[in-house]
Structures are given as C-alpha cells and as structure tokens.
C-alpha cells in the first residue's frame, strides 16, 4: 500500500541475506555508524538465531557497547548442566532488546556451596538476578533414574527431601542476596519408568514430579522477588522426545540439542524483560490482513474474513490473543490505513469480531504515516513511545516504524497468519511476573481517562475542572498486599519521578525496616472510578531533616494537583515527627521533564548541585504546603 | 581445495572463533589458535551441528580437531546421511 522513496530507501536491506548483513554491519561500523549498525545487528538477529551468529553479534555489540545506551544487567547462573553455549544466545537476545547483560557461571553442581557460603563468587559477582538451572536428575536421581525401586513411602520421603533442599536453598540465599531468584522446576523423563502403568496408579513418577513442581509454585509465591521457570512446560512444548542429545549430556554435559539451545535462551530472556522494565504497555495493531483478512474498504462486511472456521479463524486466533494481553493489563490500540467508517462498521458490527471498540484504548485510523500515528498514540495514553509494541502484516510499514520510531518493539509477524496468535503469544516485551490488581483493570482505567478528558474540555475554568472531578486521595503505609504495586511504581514510573530510583520489593521492605524510613502510597478515586494505586513516597529521616528519597506519581493522575495533596501530607508527617527541613533531590532523566518544576513550584530553594541534580529544601516551620482544597484526603494506618 | 562447503565450515569458525577469515586456513587447529578452547570447540561443534542439521557421534568429535578434519566429518556426514 505504501510507496515513496522512502519506503524503497527502507526496505534495502530487508533484500540482504545473513552473510551479506554480517559484511554490511562491520562496513557501518569501520564507518563509526553505531546507531545503523546496531539496527542492521538487530535484523540479523530476527533473521538467524544460531549459535555462530549469536556470536558473532556479541562481538559487535561489545565494541559498539559505548556509542549505544544499553541498561547493564547482572545474571548469574547456578547450574548442574553446561550452560556455556546459551549464553551467546542469551546475550545476543539481551543486546537485541538493549539490554547488556553480564553472565556468571558457577561451577558445575556448585550451586549448594555459592549459595550456602557468603563470601562465593555468586554474591562477589552482585547479581541482580540468579537462575537457579538444575536438572531432576541431578537433585532428584532417585525419583529419575531409580523410580521403579521404590515403594509409595519412599517415593514421598524423596519428594519431600528435595522440596525441602530447595526452601533451604531459597532462605539462605534470601539471607544473603536481594537478586531476584529463578528457579527452574523439574521435568519429567521422556518416558516413565513404568511405561502406561505410570498413568494408572495414584503416586506415578510423572504425577510425583508433578507435585514437587507445584510445592515449589508455592514456595516461591510465599516470597518476594522468587519465580519459577517452568522448566518441565519448556522441555514439552518442544518435544521430550526431540529435547535431548544424550551424546551431549555424556560426553560435556550438555542435555539438550544444539537446535533446543536457543528456546532455553528465549525462555530466560522472557524473565529478563519484565525484570529489566523492558516491556510494552500498549500494543498498536493494523486491521486489515492484521485483525481480519482481506481489505475492508475493497472486501467490505461480507468479504473479510474472521471467525471460528478457516481461514478467518487464523484471526480470530489472534484476537484472543490480544484479548489475553488486555486482560494482563496491556493495552490495546489501532493504528490503520483505512476510511474510519468502514473499519468502524467492522470494529462495531462484524460478528467475528471478539475485540470491541471498548476493549481499544485509542484509534488512528486516516491516512497519516504510521510513525506519526504511534508518536500520538503515546502522548494520547501518556506513555513513552518505548512502552509501544507494534503489530502490523506488512512489512513495509514495520520497516518504516523500526527506522522513524526505534523505540517501539515491532512485533515480528511470519508471512502465515496461521503464525499470528503465537507471534504475539511468544514475544517477551508482554511476559509480566507479577499481576497486580491496577494491571488487570487497566483498560476500564483508561476508559475513565477519556471520560475525564472530555470532561476538562467542557468545563470553563481548571478550578471548576478540579472541583467537578471530586477526586479523593487515600494515604497509607506500606503494607504487604501493596509492596507488589509499590516496586512496580517505583521501577516503571518514568515521567514523574523526581529521583528514578528503582527498588525491588526486597529493597523496600528492607529499608522500611530500617529506623526513620517510611514508605507511604496514593491511591485516587474520582467521579469516573478508582484510578488505583497511583503513587509512592519513600523518605528518611536525619535528625532535624527529612529526605525524599523517592516520589513518583503515575502518569493516569499527572496533572490533577494530586502531587501537591501528597506534598502536603509528607510535609505534615516530617513537621509531626519533629523535622525542620523537608528537602529532595530532583535527578534529571531524558523522561521525567513533567517532575522538573515540581519543588520550585512548592516554594522550596535550590540547596546544593551537582553533576546529577539539584538537592531542594523546604523550611517547614516558614512555608507550609497546603492541600488543594478538591482533593479529599484521608490517611489510613498499615498493617506493620 | 576451497569448496563452497569448505568455505562454510570456515565462516561458521570465523564467527565462533572470531577471527577474520583469512586467520583461518585448513591447518588450524586449537594449538595454532589461542581462543579455540573447550568452549569455543562446543560451541563450534553445535555451530555446525545448527547450521548442517545434524548431530555428531562421539566419535566424530574426537576426529574434528583440525579445519580440515571438520571439513571431512562433515563432508562424510552430509554424503551419508546423518
């Protein structure tokens, strides 16, 4: 549909093949392009995932490492297998999503001594985080190799004795790290020992496996920063007959074959994502030959096709999949090439439809170029064009939005629609570990936001907008239900964010336990509905000063003198604990300018600078910072 | 000497080693070629094993210590199957 110069310009180098890419990136990068470099890196990467190119992307990337802003990152690996060969792959997917990360092995079943002795390497590397890779059957031989051995007893005394290795593996690496802890769960053989008797009787190997894996579910939920990496899933949604080489395994340890390595790394990549912040809270979709096939404005009503028999259910498919993302609490939009009354008649109207117009949380359905549509659909949902994904059959146009917009994750989509659901299902920028109760009900948020949008358009004054929107503000402690909300504000929030300090929930609760520090949240209701979990100050205090460490506000409330009701309250929580002086660093990022003015504008001075920021101060017994009076506030007492 | 499948048997070790190919000739092997450790030869064995579809016996990867015995493993491996 596209056509232009540009677009010719664009889609050049999708016409070169793996080799002639390789000879391309090093003429770019002799010519010092780093920027088109690593794009050109990142397209190999979506071409060729083996083992000599990931290689050969790790050494590009390392030389390209200080021209390109890439978030380091820490990983360790406790292991009872090789691993040595996956962590190109790894880091060659972690550069592709700028990540670069750093990889530590320990030595070959020598997780229980780097766990257990805290001057190991393990905690001498600080990792952020630790992927705890060991094998059923190297913890659990018996239950593995020597099943048919053993009696019912015995069977459970060696399920318990190994749920019982892993919680103490666990504490003590909880005693001595706040990495965040994944644990790879255990998988069953192949083939049972006792052939199809295994499905008969009650305690069979693969159902004994089965309830190890779900004590370790449990283990982990029961504290923060510990996931599960289903390890037993991975191994047979590729095949248990396919996954091993045991030629491998027993001439280098390594179990699985040379073309499994790479679902390994992709399966750890998926936790490096949500982890690193890597992640997309709105995903932008095409409609035609992308929701439906065919062409609406040619094809019409009739003609597309979608529904629950082939071929439209290829798309339908993928509606289900994206209702799944919404439902995770990501966002949906539209960006097409279309005449809005014809995609709205189909968006309305067409009974295979299984997205509604409500389920879209804004639409730019013209004429307009798709990166200037995906820049206004961020500033319409006040999110940074890097919480973007994209999702679009053409690949033209994805060329074009790669190259205007590179922030933006395009989503790769096979030539198939057959390939669609899974395309969206597998792509690591939607992986969440943790759901809070904000996420799953995003999108009726969002819907809000457009009711109060309209609102403010309406009414004549901003003081009547205030008071019209009847907003009330609940103050309160950290407690442990809010602790999961809590990290993710702190982690996530990029605009206002006077700090940008991250912590995970193992940091918080630790500084919190520490004397003169508190951590308080903001939720905020008003006449359109409960906007959430919206805010978090964390300060301490020194004497006759109390610090804002961190104040960050979700951009869902920026704007609606919500800050200055939360000022308020800290201001009153240091004057009552005896501080004289409330003062706060603001850090500059390229994101948080909606911040900047936030202490000028209170009446605090500029104290100190330094090549980081401004330090301000606020002389509470001179100025107070008085609540806005249409915010409601009530404070509420925590559970500690 | 330089068939098309030498020369990708050279590329896959080019990348894996990385070294640039004219470093590379058919005497190479891991005592003429310092980064050609037990990682790197794992990790050229699967690069091959990736990039031929096949899987190495043992035996085979003992015999491939050299460019040019890589080439006739693999040589021997595509002709009879794998």
Redesign the interface.
């Known amino acids: 549909m596209s056509s232009g110069t540009s677009a010719m310009a664009l889609s050049q180098s999708g016409r070169l093949n793996v080799?002639e890419l390789r000879q391309e990136i090093d003429r770019l990068m002799e010519r010092g392009e780093a920027t088109r470099a690593s794009h050109l890196l990142s397209e190999l990467w979506t071409k060729d995932n083996?083992?000599?190119?990931a290689?050969?992307i790790v050494?590009r990337y390392e030389q390209l490492r200080p021209k390109l802003n890439l978030l380091p990152y820490r990983m360790a690996i406790l292991r009872s297998f090789?691993v040595?060969?996956i962590v190109?792959l790894l880091r060659a997917g972690s550069f592709h999503a700028r990540i670069d990360l750093t990889v530590h092995m320990s030595d070959f079943n020598a997780h229980v001594q780097e766990i257990l002795d805290p001057k190991s390497s393990l905690y001498g590397f600080a990792p952020d985080v630790v992927f705890l890779a060991v094998q059923t059957r190297d913890v659990a031989p018996e239950l593995w190799r020597d099943y048919a051995d053993l009696n019912s007893e015995q069977v459970q005394s060696a399920a318990t004795r190994v749920v019982g290795d892993f919680r103490s593996w666990v504490s003590n690496f909880r005693a001595r790290s706040k990495a965040h802890l994944i644990i790879h769960n255990l998988e069953q053989p192949s083939v049972p020992s006792c052939g199809i008797l295994d499905g008969q009787v009650a305690n069979g190997q693969a159902v004994a496996i089965q309830q190890i894996n779900r004590r370790l579910q449990a283990l982990a939920a029961e504290r923060t920063g510990v996931y599960i990496l289903d390890y037993d899933s991975l191994v047979a949604r590729h095949g248990r007959a396919h996954w091993h080489?045991e030629?491998k395994w027993?001439?280098?340890r390594?179990p699985m074959?040379?073309?499994n390595?790479n679902h390994v790394a992709k399966e750890w990549l998926k936790f490096l994502h949500p982890l690193t912040g890597k992640v997309a809270k709105t995903v932008v979709v095409d409609l035609d030959n992308t929701l439906w096939g065919g062409v609406i404005g040619e094809d019409g009503m009739a003609g597309i096709e979608l529904g629950t028999e082939y071929p439209g259910v290829y798309f339908h498919n993928l509606q289900r999949a994206l209702l799944d993302l919404h439902q995770r609490g990501i966002l949906l939009a539209i960006c097409s090439k279309n005449n809005l009354d014809d995609a709205l008649e189909a968006l309305k109207n067409h009974a295979g439809m299984l997205l509604k117009p409500s389920h879209f949380a804004a639409m730019r359905i013209n004429w307009t170029d798709k990166a200037e549509n995906l820049r206004a659909i961020a500033e319409e949902l006040n999110i940074g064009v890097e919480s973007l994904a994209f999702l679009d059959d053409d690949p033209t146009e994805c060329q074009q939005v790669r190259s205007q917009v590179p922030e933006v994750f395009v989503i790769d989509l096979p030539s198939d629609p057959r390939g669609f659901a899974q395309a969206v299902r597998e792509s690591p920028v939607f992986e969440r570990l943790v759901l809070s109760e904000e996420d799953q009900r995003r999108g009726a948020i969002y819907q809000a936001h457009r009711d109060r949008q309209e609102l403010a358009q309406t009414v004549a004054s901003r003081d009547d907008f205030y008071r019209s929107l009847q907003q009330e503000a609940e103050i309160a402690p950290l407690t442990k239900a809010s602790l999961t909300r809590i990290a993710q504000l702190t982690s996530k929030t990029n605009q206002f964010n006077l700090t940008s300090r991250r912590y995970t929930e193992q940091q918080i609760s630790e500084m919190v336990s520490s004397p003169g520090c508190d951590c308080f949240s903001i939720r905020v209701r008003d006449r359109f509905g409960d906007n959430g979990l919206v805010g978090v100050a964390i300060t301490r205090f020194e004497g006759q000063r109390c610090e804002i460490d961190t104040l960050v506000l979700s951009c869902r409330v920026i704007g609606r003198t919500v800050e200055t009701a939360f000022l308020s309250f800290i201001a009153d929580h240091a004057r009552k604990l005896g501080a004289r002086r409330l003062r706060g660093w603001f850090l500059p990022t390229t994101k948080n300018a909606p911040a900047r003015d936030f202490y000028a504008s209170h009446s605090f001075t500029p104290l100190e600078q330094n090549g980081k920021g401004i330090l301000w101060e606020l002389n509470l017994s001179q100025v107070p910072v008085s609540c806005p009076e249409w915010v409601k506030v009530t404070v509420r007492n925590g559970d500690r | 000497m330089t068939s098309p499948l030498f020369e990708r048997v050279r590329?896959?070790a080019e990348?894996?080693l990385?070294l640039p190919g004219s470093q590379i000739t058919a005497q190479s092997s891991p005592e003429t070629i310092a980064s050609w450790d037990s990682?790197q030869h794992?990790?050229l064995i699967?690069?091959l094993?990736?990039?031929f579809g096949c899987?190495?016996?043992?035996e085979e990867?003992d015999q491939m210590n050299s460019i040019d015995r890589i080439h006739s493993v693999v040589q021997n491996k595509l002709n009879h199957g794998s």
């Open positions: 080799a083996t083992v000599s190119t290689t050969f050494s090789t040595e060969p190109p080489d030629r027993l001439t280098v390594l074959a040379a073309e390595l | 590329g896959i990348n894996v990385k990682v794992l990790n699967l690069a094993e990736q990039e899987q190495f016996e043992p990867i």
